[in-house]
């Protein structure tokens, strides 16, 4: 069992920036590959980045691809997701999850999930 825990939401203007933490907790954080997905009012989840096991391999939807740096920290269970030049279409409740898949790009791959944080960026 992995517990996530998201933190780092919040408002911003356009243009702005935020990094999103996620902290693992549980079984070997090294074990997963892990992901940042987000869901915005009325819209299903989508995909946004995954990070694979040691970090060596990243996967990014079009739309956050330049924008969105998904990193991680296997010694402090811990990934990261730089939120930079934000949009007001970047807002979303943004979800980290965990796989034991080498990486995962649809939410269906994913076995653990955080609670999720808002992120809402003003125009």
């Known amino acids: 069992q992995v517990q996530l825990v998201e933190s780092g939401g919040g408002l911003v203007q356009a243009g702005g920036s935020l990094r999103l933490s996620c902290a693992a907790s549980?079984?070997?954080?090294?074990?997963?590959?892990m992901g940042w997905f987000r869901q915005a009012p009325g819209k299903e989840r989508e995909f946004v980045a995954t990070?694979?096991?040691?970090?060596?391999?990243?996967y990014y939807a079009d739309s956050v691809k330049g924008r969105f740096p998904i990193s991680r920290d296997n010694a402090n269970n811990t990934v990261y997701l730089q939120l930079n030049t934000l949009k007001p279409e970047d807002t979303a409740v943004y979800y980290c999850?965990?796989?034991?898949?080498?990486?995962?790009?649809?939410?269906?791959?994913?076995?653990?999930w955080g609670q999720g944080i808002q992120v809402t960026v003003s125009a």
């Open positions: 999850a965990a796989t034991l898949r080498v990486y995962g790009l649809n939410a269906g791959e994913y076995d653990y």
């Open positions: 549980g079984r070997t954080f090294s074990s997963y590959a």
């Open positions: 990070i694979s096991r040691s970090g060596s391999r990243t």
